[in-house]
Structures are given as structure tokens and as C-alpha cells.
């Protein structure tokens, strides 16, 4: 819940009087929208409406040392490498390889793995293809290999990525909400 600074018109700040500190926000631009070359490159499918969402944001805070691709590479690649990721689809991928040689191999993984399978790794009927996201080479290929291995509903790089942006967009929307209300209030 917000309310309105009567020193500063039009700032919002939470209702404790607090707003993200300044370095928070910096800390935030430079990790997800710090700007990288992308080539060799490959895209990810995406829905229109998430791409509309993601291009809003980064207009309004990335200004021009971002695009949407690497928005997207920047926060996929920061969930690929968050330490309690990296153990739980090393997890998946392993019951999923032994699942050829063994029906059962799948219904031995954690409960966290199965929490992030159905979280992330869950296929849908989705068209993803009225947009298309530069995402770099490498990380394609990470992805693909990650569905592949993993392809317990037959997810899609698409929905993977989709899973993991909206999380994030979810997560972060106080942030990027600041971030958006402080940008327009310097254009102003």
C-alpha cells in the first residue's frame, strides 16, 4: 500500500515511510539491465502481452542501455545461476535420464524439484510466437538443454523462460514500479 509524500508531490512511498534505497535501484539496473552482446544469437517465442509488459519497463528504466533481449538474458541467467536452482535441475535432469531405464526414477526426486518442475517446467498450449526474443546462443542452448533433459510435460524453452520472467516481474513489481514512478517524475 502507498500514499502520497506531500513533500514531493506524485512520489509514491510505502505507507512506513519508506522508499527502495538509491543503491538498491542501481543494484537492480546494473544486474538485469546492463547491456551485453547477444551474438551469436537465438530467440525464445513469447506472448505479445508479456512482451508489451517487458518492453514498458524497459523503456521507462533501461532508457538506452537496454532492449528487451537483454532484459531477458540478464534475469533468465540470474535464475539459472542462483544457487538453489542449480541443484534442482541437476536434480531433475538426472531422474529424468534415468526415467528411460527406470519408470519409476522421477517419483524419487524432492519435493523442491518437484515444486520447481511444475512451477517452471510445465508445458502449455501457449502460442508463444507473436513476438520473438533475442536471447544470446549460449544461453539458448543451456535452455534447450535444460527442456530437453526435463521434459516431463514436454515444456518449451517459450514456457520455461515465460515461467521464469513472470516470476520475476511478479517479485520485483514494487521495485520496478519505483523505478518507473522515479523515472517519469525526471522526464517531467
Excluded at 45 to 52: A, V, Y
Excluded at 56 to 65: K, P
Excluded at 67 to 84: F, K, P, R, T
Excluded at 144 to 160: A, E
Aim: hydrophobic share 35%; proline share 3%.
Amino acid at each position: 500500500m502507498t500514499a502520497k509524500n506531500n513533500a514531493n508531490p506524485g512520489a509514491e512511498i510505502k505507507v512506513d515511510g519508506t522508499s527502495y534505497p538509491d543503491e538498491v535501484k542501481r543494484s537492480y539496473q546494473e544486474t538485469f539491465l546492463t547491456r551485453h552482446n547477444l551474438k551469436p544469437y537465438k530467440y525464445v517465442g513469447c506472448t505479445m502481452s508479456l512482451w508489451q509488459r517487458l518492453k514498458r519497463i524497459v523503456t521507462n528504466i533501461g532508457g538506452e542501455r537496454a532492449s528487451v533481449g537483454m532484459y531477458v538474458q540478464n534475469i533468465v541467467a540470474y535464475h539459472l545461476e542462483d544457487e538453489d536452482v542449480k541443484p534442482l535441475i541437476a536434480e531433475l535432469s538426472a531422474a529424468s535420464c534415468l526415467s528411460d531405464t527406470d519408470s519409476k526414477a522421477m517419483d524419487g526426486i524432492s519435493l523442491e524439484a518437484k515444486k520447481y518442475q511444475a512451477k517452471y517446467l510445465m508445458g502449455d498450449m501457449v502460442n508463444r510466437k507473436e513476438r520473438e526474443i533475442y536471447i544470446s546462443g549460449e544461453l539458448g542452448k543451456r535452455l534447450k538443454r535444460i527442456v530437453l533433459d526435463i521434459d516431463g510435460d514436454r515444456p518449451t524453452m517459450g514456457s520455461y523462460v515465460e515461467a521464469i520472467l513472470i516470476e520475476h516481474l511478479d517479485a520485483c513489481a514494487d521495485l520496478i514500479n519505483e523505478m518507473t514512478n522515479d523515472s517519469k517524475r525526471n522526464t517531467v
